[in-house]
């Protein structure tokens, strides 16, 4: 096969955000990709004229916004159904709405369901997903084949916990049986699929975890090279309930330090109630922050102190926590880091809010930084692997359709962040590869 037709060529309003708040673009640009990865990345005249770099195949998304893949760093694939349910905060909320649907993934409800999460997530214009699934290996192992089958990248894990686990109605599961299952579902999917799938060992959080569990968790995550995703300081009742269970610790941030748990590999959700000593141990350890701020709106946790996190150095992206946050749409976990932001500038006028290019940079280079692949995914530079998302944004005009000559770089992003979701989504690409393409819209 000769070079060119292994290239394919991408021509679209090109609009990345290669650095925290600066937003790049090419208002008539194109991606050369060769096998999987970028090649050139530039203005369409320029490009489509350079000799010996001639594509056989130009997809034409001229009328369209490119961006990078979206990057989703928090998500729990057994609890969509139960979005958008009850109005208690966290503790009372999973024991009443999320723990019975976690435990129906018990059965072959878990097996059927994987696959059509993975169809919705496909949806969203997401490339890069982090997730949890419930506690039962084989609901886990299904998800996983789907998630494989799906072209999505994927770091995911099975639910750790033998605390309280599910209630009184599921057996609660012994540290050494949950740490097996884990190590052999590690065994078996860690780097599959070419590298796009991964494990993250993924104990719930403190209170549904003891010290055994927990340190086992954290030997297996550095033994296997794995991922390690837990639950950080997302509710006062929490800390609290923490505070009594782990006495010998100095705060919560310190029953992971201790158990070792806090590693460059290892993702916290949530992390809204930390002190200053918290957050530099935190930086000092290199793990990332996921923030979910529609989860923490919806279960009233509270708001995130962004410029604090982002002063003391933690790398930090985006993630929609589904249940606790309403959708899968990232487009609305954006809107959401700005919005909450803005309500806390109200009341704490020093408070900066976040631009929109600020936070399409949390939902993409900043996240694939906090992932280690900062210079693998998460913007438009040669030599990144191709992972892209199209979006229709006249779609998201009012009276749908006429695009607008005038709008600027800035107001695409805009447009798509405050009103952005699904029903723009045109297609999106994994190393290159169309993964999701819009259905064709309907003539009658
Ligand atoms: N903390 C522990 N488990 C969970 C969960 O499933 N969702 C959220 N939002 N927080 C948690
Ligand atoms: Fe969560």
């Known amino acids: 096969m000769s070079v060119e037709e292994r290239l394919l060529g991408i021509r679209g309003w090109l609009i990345d955000t290669p650095e925290y708040g600066r937003l790049r673009s090419w208002r008539d640009g194109a991606l050369v990709i060769e096998n999987g990865v970028i090649r050139e990345v530039g203005d369409y005249l320029y490009l489509s ?4 770099l001639q594509p056989v195949r130009w997809l034409d998304a001229g009328r369209f916004a490119v961006f990078p893949g979206l990057i989703d760093l ?50 969203q214009g997401t490339t890069t997903a982090v997730l949890y699934t419930a506690i039962y290996p084989d609901s886990c192992d299904a998800a996983f084949m789907a998630a494989a089958q799906s072209g999505l990248r994927v770091i995911m894990g099975k639910m750790m916990m033998d605390v309280g686990s599910y209630g009184s109605l599921q057996p609660t599961k012994i540290a050494s049986v949950s740490l097996h299952e884990t190590e052999q579902l590690c065994k078996r999917w860690h780097g599959a699929g070419d590298g796009l799938i991964e494990y993250a060992v993924s104990p719930r959080f403190a209170v549904a975890c003891s010290e055994k569990l927990l340190r086992g968790a954290a030997d297996l995550a550095a033994r296997s090279g794995a991922y390690l995703q837990t639950h950080l300081a997302e509710n006062l009742e929490e800390c609290e309930k923490v505070r009594h269970q782990f006495p010998w610790a100095r705060d919560y941030t310190d029953v992971y330090e201790k158990c070792g748990l806090l590693s460059p590999r290892t993702i916290l959700g949530h992390c809204l109630h930390l002190s200053d000593r918290e957050r530099e141990a935190l ?93 693998r995914i998460g913007s438009f530079e040669p030599g990144k692997e191709a992972d892209l998302t199209v979006m229709d944004y006249s779609a998201l005009l009012p009276y749908h359709g006429s695009v607008r000559s005038d709008m600027s770089a800035e107001d695409v992003l805009s447009l798509c962040i405050y009103r952005g979701g699904p029903g723009a989504v045109m297609e999106t690409f994994v190393r290159g590869r169309s993964i999701y393409r819009a259905p064709e819209p309907e003539l009658f």
Request: glycine share 8%; with cysteine.
């Open 283 to 375: 930086a000092a350890s290199g793990s990332s922050i996921a923030h979910c701020p529609t989860a923490n709106l919806f279960l009233r946790s509270g708001i995130l102190p962004l410029d604090e996190v982002r002063s003391a150095g933690i790398r930090l992206g985006l993630g929609s926590d589904v249940a606790a946050g309403p959708e899968l749409n990232l487009w609305q976990v954006m809107r959401s880091a700005i919005e909450s932001q803005k309500a806390r500038s109200f009341y704490q006028k020093h408070v900066p809010v976040p631009t929109p290019a600020e936070a399409l940079y949390l939902a993409t280079q900043g996240a694939a930084l906090a992932l280690g692949k900062g210079s």
């Open 74 to 123: 928090h998500t729990h694939a057994a609890q969509y159904p139960a979005v958008a349910r009850g109005q208690s905060e966290l503790l009372p909320w999973l024991r009443q709405h999320i723990f019975p649907q976690e435990r129906e993934f018990a059965g072959p409800r878990g097996r059927r369901e994987a696959g059509a999460f993975f169809n919705e997530l496909l949806r």
């Open 49 to 52: 004229k350079k000799p010996r």
